[in-house]
Structures are given as structure tokens and as C-alpha cells.
């Protein structure tokens, strides 16, 4: 896969893909889930700013639901809620 990084100077895209070629599958994987919590933490601190009204549980719900899907996080949770935050009836 070739991507073009306008903003980086090639020998500093050289020297990463060198580092990143030499890390163990371990320390990529580590690094693949680090990336990930910290995707999930910064998406749920949106929630939070965005809807200050709603509790933890909501908060992760939504996430959820932005993250699967509704047709997913139906099948997984039951009825996916109503933008308006309601269930519709089984």
C-alpha cells in the first residue's frame, strides 16, 4: 500500500518504516490496541461534551451503536434505541 504524506519529510517515513519492519507482532498488536482505547476513549469524551445530560450507560450505548451499527447492535443487545434515545417495542 502506498500513501503519500505531503507533510513529512521522506527520510523521518524511511526511518518509521524501518522501526515499525523490525517490532515483533507482539509490539504491533500492543500498538494496534493502544490506538484503538485511545480512539474509543477520545469518541466517548465527544459523547460526553455532547450530550452532558446522559449517564455512562447511554454514553456507551451510543458508542456502541456508532461503532456496530443497528443491525448489529440489535442482533448483540436488542433493539437498537430511536435517535431520540427511546426502544422501540419487540
Known amino acids: 500500500m502506498t500513501t503519500t504524506h505531503q507533510d513529512t519529510d521522506p527520510a523521518a517515513l524511511r526511518q518509521f518504516d524501518a ?20 480512539v474509543a476513549r ?7 461534551m455532547r450530550e452532558p445530560q446522559s449517564d455512562e450507560a447511554e454514553h456507551l ?10 443491525e448489529t447492535f ?6 437498537a434505541p430511536e435517535p ?6 419487540s
Do not use: E, H
Open 19 to 38: 522501526r515499525y519492519a523490525r517490532m515483533s507482532p507482539t509490539d504491533k498488536l500492543r500498538r494496534v490496541r493502544q490506538l484503538t482505547l485511545a
Open 42 to 48: 477520545l469518541a466517548l469524551a465527544g459523547r460526553r
Open 61 to 70: 450505548r451510543q458508542l456502541a451503536l456508532q461503532r456496530l451499527g443497528s
Open 74 to 79: 440489535s442482533r448483540v443487545y436488542g433493539n
Open 84 to 89: 431520540d434515545g427511546t426502544r422501540r417495542a
